[in-house]
T-cell receptor, first 117, second 115 residues
Framework: GAVVSQHPSRVICKSGTSVKIECRSLDFQATTMFWYRQFPKQSLMLMATSNEGSKATYEQGVEKDKFLINHASLTLSTLTVTSAHPEDSSFYIC?????????????FGSGTRLTVV | SQQGEEDPQALSIQEGENATMNCSYKTSINNLQWYRQNSGRGLVHLILIRSNEREKHSGRLRVTLDTSKKSSSLLITASRAADTASYFCATAGLYSGAGSYQLTFGKGTKLSVIP
């Protein structure tokens, strides 16, 4: 089945530094990937839609200069949190549509817990 | 922006009982999906129902969709302790290209199944 690998699963960084999160589709080509943010005990909020070879489309209220998304290949999308601050601490999840059509739904990475200290 | 609203927000049942979760949404959809999330983990796709379908089954899961009421329900029969998790509905509406639609998630129902 479709597998999406997200790395790292946990990261702690100092305020002001940048952190890169990788999202890879292991056995299928993901022309579109999605990045979400989830606050504790809350739902997933779509941050941006990433299409291979083009600029990401950001949702309203999401700073594109702060959350840099790169989708340079059909199997890899990256999210870089630049100049991280404690309020950026959150759970970040990526997803891509499975390759079995709609019946397979979307495949999610296992998430990255970012803590900015 | 969120459009799905699940209820109840939390549900606690005994093992063996059935669990029913409901989801309402506001805009037109292409399909509706249910996902499960264990604490602090990624989401696992459970079932997808298209806008022209009314009911779908998968193992112990039964999903209904009423597009006139913009609502869906997820029934888990004969629940097990291992079913303890948060369950989210997600509607696919806005087309994002390459055969993909944006998913908009509800707030989720936290299910606790007591052994």
């Amino acid at each position: 089945g479709a597998v999406v690998s997200q790395h790292p699963s946990r990261v702690i960084c100092k305020s002001g530094t940048s952190v890169k999160i990788e999202c890879r589709s292991l056995d299928f080509q993901a022309t579109t990937m999605f990045w979400y943010r989830q606050f504790p005990k809350q739902s997933l909020m779509l941050m941006a839609t990433s299409n291979e070879g083009s600029k990401a489309t950001y949702e309203q209220g999401v700073e594109k200069d702060k959350f840099l998304i790169n989708h340079a290949s059909l199997t890899l999308s990256t999210l870089t949190v630049t100049s991280a601050h404690p309020e950026d601490s959150s759970f970040y999840i990526c997803s891509a549509r499975g390759d079995r059509g709609y019946s397979s739904g979307y495949t999610f990475g296992s998430g990255t817990r970012l803590t900015v200290v | 922006s969120q459009q799905g609203e699940e209820d109840p927000q939390a549900l606690s049942i005994q093992e063996g009982e059935n669990a029913t979760m409901n989801c309402s949404y506001k805009t037109s959809i292409n399909n509706l999906q249910w996902y499960r999330q264990n604490s602090g983990r990624g989401l696992v796709h459970l079932i997808l129902i298209r806008s022209n379908e009314r009911e779908k089954h998968s193992g112990r899961l039964r999903v209904t969709l009423d597009t006139s009421k913009k609502s869906s329900s997820l029934l888990i029969t004969a629940s097990r302790a291992a079913d303890t998790a948060s369950y989210f509905c997600a509607t696919a509406g806005l087309y994002s290209g390459a055969g993909s639609y944006q998913l908009t998630f509800g707030k989720g129902t936290k299910l606790s199944v007591i052994p």
